[in-house]
């Protein structure tokens, strides 16, 4: 390093920004990436993909909180328009507090986007004064004001301990030399504000004379987590503010994760009775996983799937942990990521088009990989000897195999879908839901086996076929619908018959108005002779004929066509419901590893010590370190040593035995000859590790101090020996 | 009625407005004004003024400074989250901005009475100065010495000030230990039902005659008087409700004069009120809405309290049910309740002395977070794995309110909880996952 100083000293040497090269995404992904030739390929294909499904979750959310946000900004319209009424009733009733309660469930990690969206949807079309606060940062009065006054004013607050700021404005410098938090401030700020716009545009006063709306947006102030306040912090807050609102036109927003009952449980009615608290509910979070189910996984827009098992643990984890989409798709973005980054066929997981182009650049290693792919051997194995002699040897030729399979595949995802939907349409509303209330309970059984198989399917054709008229109308009506969005040629001629059938079915209603056949007579005779027996076996005879006829009579032409209509859509079933494992080249899109995907989502902190503890070859990779299942080798770390002894230890441990163990144990380890004298007795290195290693296990929490025996510390976990 | 109030030194025509603005409260101003004396006379040096919500304590000595004209600083403790902004605020009205920008970052009480007594030596007073403190009771919280201290402010300072409290309760609340000078304590008694009739039946609607309003207060008092006596509310609510008593005037069905009519029409809905707008079931604005849709559609508003149904997510139910159980369940039953074989434990020889009450009457009792956990595996049907997200859930139960931590945040070593759950609420959730809770509570065995 060379300096232009002339004199002799110390020079720093700051590195320069470009020595310290940072790693893009793209040199994450592709560090340590399965099959590197291709990666930057599979990089750019997983990033689209993960692009556009971010934006459309955004997009979908926004449509999702659009009305309860409609009717939020209704509110808030509402509430400052009637401010300035000024009839006898509003001017004797009591200013309160306009106050919107907004119900948003336990998901709490998702409620961030909510109000993120809201408050940007007020700024833009209600007021630009928005300020949202959150329990944390609000432990006393002093910070909930401070924070409140900041996000309206535009940080120009300081409380006693703080800097005071800069930015001071001329016409009141005296005045701001000592502001301090009060919402007298905010007032002179906001008639400041206030009158600046309303100078600033003389003309709109002049056009609109009666309604002088736009000078007076309301305040908002949104509370994003109402339980966690401090109540007695909140009350003050409320109690100051309408102190004030006649000055200032204030607004709430409280989030309220459980029932709007705590509001109540927060504030007492001399507080409560300063608001006017009006509730907005928003949709269930299970509704919004449905939707974003039905849009992200249930489509063939996006060519990456997911498996039935890794479905099931991203749906078990929102279902018996935490209710968040938010985690739902981070979840998914995971599994994208895992799947792009660990399989090299990933390169053909993309849009029908681009995957066949892709196909044509595959290199020999790639193609070697698709021969063993298991679908692909099982391909294999079911063509003819000499194709098979092909398919392994010639790459010209398997590609060409893999353009028509890869084709394949995309078809069947084009029919698969529909018939999904129309399946759940049909067997949704059954008594018991045999298979399932939500489609994504149907798409889990079809993704792990052949659902017509399922016991719960065949009792659903049952169902089915025992349905009145007009509601099997009105379902494959629906059917017809959703058939009617989808493109492919087989599920136009399914159309086509599907139509064909109803067409039928309306048919029957012109020739029902024809006498009905002469069953009646068959049913009738029974009846008679029945009236005349009074023997009880005789009876019973009688009893059983006449079910058998009713079982054998002759089917009305309604009850032909609706078999007819059961069949084939058991018919179309049995053709496109297929689990995808059935397909060839389905590793291509399909993510199959849940174990990844569990181990990532939902942590096991201690199991994952235990190991740690029990095995450590697990972690640290050293050959020294294996051993037989249930033994440690004496080469592990200390703490592994006294964990594996103190298991063999009820439940007081005497520390001096321990350390001998310990010894012993860590003498042999260092080679000595167990006939030496020394041989295990303890010196003041090996005395100092095992104490370390035992205040490790305490900070770990398997032991702690007892005052029950001098000398003993006491387990807190159990097992072992 | 004018006559009550007459002090010398103010004009006359004042006192008369005064008087017309404070009605059912003309004792108590006389007695205030007696107090205050003449503008020049050296007031005593504190007042302290005591009465329920809404006696109109600060609406006394509000019009009475204000008309009056007398020098005086409002100040709400509510507002004054430190004592800085109290000293503001006080010598921001008496000597303006300039006096209260002399006060460094953080003052103190000697500060305060520094630049007081400086500015005042400036400015000495030629009238008795008022510092009215509203929700006086939030000054105990404050430093220990500021409520004495304010109290003998007049020698403090040296000058013609007098403090005047107002609260909610009384004095003897007050009194630090190491005492204090007494301020004179003037009690401001509830308004009875007559001067209820008469404050309320001042607002009369423009277009409508004063006799009918007055009758209206009338049934309104009779419906509300028994439960609300906030002079507040009360006009609040008739403000409210009285489109609804007109509706038949308007529609031309009754005469003014036929009050019994009018109270036929009206006394369902204001029963009606009663249990929801004014506990802030429905908001006023709602409530505005009904009554008019009410015509044509008699549509149930459901108040806030009907939505109690909370979802959870399914590991959250059960820990939440492990947590009532263990909330609301001696430890030592534990072993009855979750050991396949326990044998039979017989209630009364197993109970010690104090766990003979009903634990549900005692309310629920703290637990370590171990035996949550224990009772929860016990109670959740299948296995699951001690996963962080589990414990997380715990700790959002806690924001969330459903459970309280009992032990200080900071410790980290065995947390201890409070299950925070109702009754009713614990069997709703229980009811969803088919779990019999009762089955599992001692107190119902």
Known sequence: M??????????????????????SLEDHFIHGCEGTENSEMRF????????????????????????????????????????????????????????????????????????????????????????????????????LMKRVLERLMGAVVTVDDEEEEEEVEQTSAQLHNSVHCSLSTLCDWYNTKSKKSYTGTPGKKRSSPVKDDPQQPPLVIIFKDLEAFNPRVLQDFILICSRYIERLPLMFIFGIATSPSTIQHMLPHSVSSLLCIELFQSLSCTQHLATVIDKFILTTHFPFKLNGKVMQVMISIFLYHDFSVRNFIKGVQLALLEHFHSQPLSVLCCKNKEALLNVMQLGHQDLERIRQLPSFKRYIEKQEPQEQVNLSTDDAHIKEVCQRLIKDLHKYHKNYYPILRCLHTLTSSLPRYPLGKQIRELHLICLEKNVWENEEYQSAMRLLKMLAKDELITLLQKCVEILQLAKSKNMTSALVQLEDVLAKFKQLDVVAAEPPPSVEDCITSPVKNLQKKTDLFQLQKALLEMNESRRSKKLSPFEILRNEAIEFIDGLVKSHLSPPESQTLNEVCYYTSSATVRRHLNATPRTSIQTALNSPYYYLQNDRLKTEDGTVSNAAPDICIVYKLHLECGRLINLFDWLEAYATVVSAAEGNNPDFDNFGKVDDVKHARFIRAVSELEFLGFIKSTRQKTDHVARITWGGC | ?????????????????????????????????????QPHQYSYPSIFIYGHRSSGKSHVMHVLLKELELPHATVSCVECVSVALLFEQVLLSFFGCDAASLLPRSPSLSDFVRIYRQRCSQSPAKQTRYIVMEKAELLRDTDANLLPALLRLQELVEDNVTIILLTDIVWDKFRPNTGCFEPLLLHFPDYSKGELQQILSQDRHPSYSAELYSAYINILLGVFYSVCRDLRELRHLAALNFSKF?????????????????????????????????????????????????????????????????????????????AYLASFNPARTDKRFFVKHHGKIRKTNFLKKNEKTSNHLLGPKPFPLDRLLAIFYSVVDSRVAPTASIFSQISSLVTLQLLTQVSHGDQLDAPKYKCAVSMDFICAISRTVNFEIVKYLYDFL
């Open chain 2, 1 to 37: 009625m004018s006559a009550l109030l007459q002090q010398p030194g103010y004009e006359e025509e004042r006192l008369q407005t005064v008087a017309e603005q404070l009605p059912c409260r003309e004792v108590q101003a006389g007695m205030l004004l007696s107090l205050m004396g």
């Open chain 1, 2 to 23: 060379s300096t232009s100083s002339v004199s002799k000293g110390c020079f720093v040497f700051k590195p320069s920004a470009k020595k310290k090269k940072t790693l």
């Open chain 1, 44 to 143: 750019k294909l997983c990033q689209d993909l993960w692009d556009t499904i971010k934006t459309d979750t955004e997009v979908l959310q926004d449509e999702l909180n659009r009305n309860i946000l409609d009717s939020l900004l209704d509110f808030t319209r509402k509430c400052s328009s009637t401010r300035q009424h000024s009839d006898w009733a509003s001017q004797m009733r009591a200013s309160e507090i306009p106050t919107a309660a907004l119900v948003l469930g336990v998901n709490v990690p998702d409620h961030d986007m909510t109000f993120q969206g809201l408050s940007e949807l007020l700024q833009q079309s209600v007021t630009p004064h928005v300020a949202s606060v959150q329990a944390k940062e609000c432990g006393a009065l002093k910070h």
């Open chain 2, 246 to 322: 007109c509706e038949p005037l308007t529609e031309g069905k009754v005469k003014e004069t036929d009050t019994h009519k009018l109270w036929r029409n009206i006394e369902p809905h204001l029963k009606k009120a009663m249990q929801t707008v004014y506990l802030r079931e429905v908001s006023s604005l709602q409530w505005e809405q009904m009554q008019q849709m009410e015509k044509k559609e008699n549509g149930a508003l459901r108040g806030l309290s009907a939505h109690t149904h909370v979802e959870l997510p399914y590991y959250s139910k059960f820990l939440l049910i492990a």
